[in-house]
């Protein structure tokens, strides 16, 4: 699901060229985040008029997330986010909200966060937490750190950010553009940051992806097994 904040937002994105492409994989609608904070007993306020030094949109994209999986449960990620292995052994392995953690910051990153229903009472500690602290619904500036009372599973960085982990063949430092650069590597499913489920690439949206890239290589794994699953069976041989 595509989410907009209007009608308006929602027609201007399916007329573009990018909402065409994303109306043929997903479902484009629109969320009123002022309504529903209404009905969460909330004060759009404190939305708003932030505090802290990031932007009112950003705080406003922190809350909707929270609403939107108080309404419908699921999955939200950020659409920076690249998924290249199912993510149903998490969703066996862990039916309670979660969310990933930074791999050296003492608070997690809300790009991935899960949430097994509608109305869980752990998301909703998460609302009521942000909500009683006044500082828009930003994990960092809000101070949700490990031992804040809120028991949020937090599932290991290299789960779904194995560019930020130092020390590994894939760690790019802060240079997530490296993800689009030229490579002389070969990069694969099969080879790429084996036991990651996702790949966070942290706002390079202005980045070219060269033809090279592990983007792109990864891309054209995803396709390819796509078409070969697509691939209608072979006929079966009559018998003389």
Request: proline content about 10%.
């Amino acid at each position: 699901m595509m989410w907009t904040d209007s009608e308006e937002t929602k027609q201007k994105l399916i007329s573009s060229p990018v909402g065409k492409v994303i109306g043929e994989h997903s479902v484009i609608g629109v969320f009123d985040v002022r309504s529903e904070m209404e009905l969460q007993g909330g004060n759009m306020n404190q939305v708003s008029t932030p505090s802290s030094a990031t932007s009112a949109p950003t705080h406003e994209a922190n809350l909707a997330r929270l609403l939107m999986l108080l309404k419908y449960g699921g999955l939200w990620f950020d659409v920076d986010t690249l998924f290249i292995r199912p993510f149903d052994p998490l969703f066996s392995a862990y039916p309670t909200p979660f969310v990933y953690g930074w791999e050296y910051k003492r608070f997690p990153n809300n790009a991935i966060i899960y949430s097994p229903k509608p109305q869980h009472p752990i998301i909703l500690d998460l609302f009521n937490y942000f909500q009683e602290r006044g500082n828009g619904f930003s994990f960092k500036f809000d101070g949700l750190t490990y031992d804040s009372p809120v028991s949020l599973k937090v599932l290991p960085c290299a789960w779904f950010d194995p560019m930020w982990i130092q020390g590994s063949p894939f760690y790019t430092g802060d240079r997530f553009s490296s993800f689009f650069s030229a490579s002389n590597e070969q990069v694969s499913l099969a080879n790429f940051a084996p036991g990651a489920f996702a790949v966070h690439w942290h706002n390079e949206y202005d980045t070219a992806p060269d033809a090279t890239s592990p983007y792109e290589q990864l891309l054209g794994d995803m396709f390819a097994r796509r078409d070969e699953q697509q691939q209608p069976p072979p006929p079966q041989e009559q018998p003389p």
